[in-house]
């Protein structure tokens, strides 16, 4: 009598022997998140706190805000301050972005961006945290992406914080 080795018998489960296979295996927890770049950085965010992905809007000046702070937009009849996450970064301004709006507590905030990627379900054990706890860098974790890219999670709060 031949010996079936364990990938074997998954060969030749039925589908009921598979349904049990795979209540054997443990479900990781993910969380979604948004994967944009700039300044040839991929940030993410999570996905709950994206309201929208907007390009085209006329951004009005506003005098005597941090530079950072490129003016606001009106959004379907709702202000929103834009952010620009280069210029947050002491990085160049850039003149092609697109914007992400973001709910921080409640507040709607724009962040202009070089470009929206893809969206991603993230392990959140595969997060870690970052190596310094400066808040300049405006990141809370890190973690590999399945292209093998960096992600640094934007903690969206303190682009509003200097």
């Known amino acids: ?19 049990n296979y795979n209540d054997l ?13 700039s300044d040839g950085l ?5 996905a709950e706190q994206v309201k929208d992905i907007i390009t085209g809007y006329a951004i009005t000046y506003l005098p005597r805000v941090p530079n950072y ?22 990085k160049p301004e850039k003149d092609n ?15 202009l961006v070089d470009m929206v990627e893809q969206m991603v379900d993230v392990p959140l054990d595969a997060i ?12 809370s974790g890190m973690c590999t992406l399945p292209d093998g890219n960096t992600m640094l999670e934007l903690d969206c709060e303190l682009l509003l914080h200097d």
């Not at 003016?71 to 379907?76: D, S, T, Y």
């Open 42 to 46: 991929m940030y993410g965010i999570k």
């Open 69 to 90: 702070v490129r003016g606001v937009i009106n959004l379907r009849g709702q202000i929103v301050p834009m952010v620009d996450i280069r210029l947050r970064l002491g």
């Open 97 to 111: 972005f697109c914007g992400v709006v973001v709910d921080v507590d409640g507040n709607m905030v724009g962040i």
């Open 128 to 139: 870690l945290p970052v190596p310094t706890s400066s808040g300049q860098i405006m990141v």
């Open 25 to 37: 295996i443990p479900e990781i927890a993910t969380e979604k998140y948004l994967i944009f770049s």
């Open 1 to 19: 009598m031949a010996h079936i080795s364990k990938s074997e018998e998954v060969l030749f489960a039925t589908e009921a022997d598979m349904d």
